[in-house]
């Protein structure tokens, strides 16, 4: 079971080459991880593959005979499924419900027939390992079940070359493990994979081939054994990348942020955020380390003003903003950059310039007697596109047309390109390729040595030892522990996250000692 690529080109409006004579191959039994910067072409030429796109050069081979993929149907029917990055599942549906759509089973007399759908969806999950329960509502589900369902959805298709747009992007560290499990299954089945990262990491140590795209074209290739991370960074960038970051010694200022005894509840009641409290000095960054639903985002959105506290305070610079609203906190010298880039930080129907004057379009900057001037205003976004490298055909394109790298970068951009006190920064680099990674990552450090406070919230346990000065640990809502990034490590914060007491003997039995 072969699938060839070959001279793969896709241009779009403006001059933009995507795919520049990509050759590619997937075999059955093969995991293949293909890695690039944002903007380098990795989703164009998997959405070439899967139909959403025509490629205006080359050809698609299939065990020997040619193929034409006009649209998706024509791609899943060849036997090709694809898992986005942003899952495609409808909430309020069953997992059943999802799985077939749009292939339903019928009865005899031209009825869905629900029951044979989750007599199916039972099989696929026992197979493969996934565990679900058919009648699950998907919405109700955490992030890495909804990924499953979206396997289950390409496996009930009768997919047998699986593509993986960015799969570990918003899972926990436990669901990476859990996910990178099912592909083993997957690929031992005889399935052939093929996944796009960022996270050289998993690269190489979940792949069986490694290829690197670089401003469209494939720079290298390589097997997991013979390279290392920084080889592989060097073939993404076209340059060596050094992610070690030197900090300026820690000399702290007053308070820029003050929490105090906050409690926000949920929609039954249940505390969210549980009495937490802490401080953020000048010239410092506090890490906030947990697995995802255990209250950093609801703690971020009090703070910005996107909720409100049942009790607490936030003090922002000497000013108490509890319940202030997003621009009086904006106008706070307060920047904030949201975990979710699609629906938090950007409107994606929105140019590029629309979208970096979304906060301050009302000030003397942009706005003369009431109508925005809007040749400053593409002056400012051309400017941060160049020094941020957001790549793009302008900044009159829409925020849509972006990857999701590029948008990260121009949020990053938006929020702290500016003079603020305090930056808030959730998965700042989530989606973002190693080259990005590190220019983010010292931009915020330079923040933090010209006597910023930041809020580090991020999934990546890495990122928070090697930034953070101090390193606050959340379970069910309440602040469990505090360490210094010297004093503790990924193994004891991976067991604080999980609830367990890295001193308690009996923590090998994953009794919960911090509730």
Known sequence: MELLLEGITKRF???????DAVDLTLRGGEVLALIGENGAGKSTLMNVLYGLYEADEGTIT???????????????AAGIGMV????MLIPVFTVAENVVLGVEPMGRFGQLDLRKAREEVREISAKYGLDLDPDDIVGDLPVGLQQRVEIIKVLFRDARFLIFDEPTAVLTPQEVDEFFGIVTTLRDAGRAIVFITHKLKEALGAADRISVLRRGRIVGQALPDEVDESTLAEM???????????????????????????????PGGQPLVDNVTFDVKAGEIVGVAGVQGNGQTELIETIVGLRSPQSGSVVIAGQDLTNASPRTVHK???AHIPEKRQSQG??????LTENVILNSYYTSEFSTRGSIDW???????????????????GPDVEAKTLSGGNQQKLIVAREIDRDVALTIAAQPTRGVDIGSVENIRRRLVAERDAGVALLLISSELDEILALSDRILVM???????????????????????AGIDPNDRTSDQNVEVLA
Do not use: C, W
């Open 332 to 334: 706070a010298s307060v």
């Open 346 to 351: 950007l409107i994606m129907d929105f140019s």
């Open 236 to 266: 993404m960038v076209g340059r060596p990348v050094d992610l070690d970051i030197s900090k300026a010694a820690l000399d702290p200022g007053s308070p820029a942020l003050a929490v105090r005894d906050l409690v926000v509840d949920g």
């Open 13 to 19: 409006p403006g001059g933009i080459v995507a795919n």
């Open 84 to 87: 986005h990055q942003h899952f």
């Open 475 to 497: 379970f069910r809502g309440r602040v469990v522990a505090e360490r210094r990034p010297v004093d503790t490590s990924t193994t004891e914060l991976g067991l604080l996250m």
């Open 375 to 393: 040749s400053a205003a593409r002056r400012r976004t051309t400017e941060l596109m160049q020094t941020y490298d957001v790549r793009a055909g």
């Open 62 to 76: 299939l065990d020997g005979e040619v193929q034409q993929f006009v649209s998706p149907s024509d791609a899943i």
